[in-house]
C-alpha cells in the first residue's frame, strides 16, 4: 500500500536523521491514519419483485401450488429447475419428498397468516354462543 507512487505514507517508511524530524513523521502518520478516506457511492440494492400477498394468501387457501411456485420468489428459488417446471405444467410434483415439503411450505403459510390461531374452531365457537361481534370480526379476516 505505501509503495504506490505518490503515497504520502511513503516518505514515513525513511529512518529519520534527527528526533525533530521523527517527531514531525510520527504527526504525519498521525493525522493520516484519523484522516478520512473519500466515500464511495454504494450501487443500489436490486428491488425485490412485489409480492401480492392477497393472491398469495388465496393460493395457499386453495392449495395452488402452480400459484404458489409462480408468486412466491423465495419458493422459486428454493425449488430446483426440473422440479420448478413440473409444479408449473402440471400443478403438483412427482416426487413425495418435494410434495411433503410444499405442504409444509403452504401450512406454515397459512399458520404465519393466522397467527397460530385456529379461526375455523373459533367461528364454530361463536356461533354455538350466538356471539354475532365475534363472528363479524372473523368473517372480516376471511375464515
Not at 503515497?7 to 478520512?36: C, I, V, W, Y
Request: aromatic residues 4%.
Amino acid at each position: 500500500l505505501a509503495a504506490a507512487h505518490g503515497n504520502p505514507l511513503k516518505e514515513l517508511l525513511r529512518e529519520a536523521d534527527s528526533f525533530r524530524h521523527r517527531r514531525e513523521q510520527l504527526d504525519s502518520a498521525a493525522s493520516l491514519m484519523l484522516e478520512r478516506p473519500p466515500i464511495e457511492p454504494r450501487a443500489a440494492p436490486p428491488q425485490e419483485e412485489p409480492v401480492d400477498l392477497e393472491a398469495l394468501r388465496s393460493a395457499a387457501e386453495r392449495s395452488d401450488l402452480k400459484a404458489l411456485a409462480q408468486m412466491d420468489v423465495r419458493l422459486r428459488s428454493a425449488l430446483d429447475g426440473d422440479a420448478r417446471l413440473q409444479l408449473v405444467r402440471e400443478g403438483e410434483l412427482s416426487d413425495p419428498a418435494a410434495q411433503s415439503a410444499l405442504r409444509l411450505y403452504q401450512e406454515s403459510f397459512k399458520c404465519l397468516e393466522t397467527g397460530g390461531r385456529d379461526y375455523v374452531r373459533e367461528a364454530f365457537q361463536a356461533v354455538m354462543r350466538d356471539d354475532a361481534e365475534v363472528l363479524s370480526a372473523l368473517l372480516e379476516k376471511r375464515v
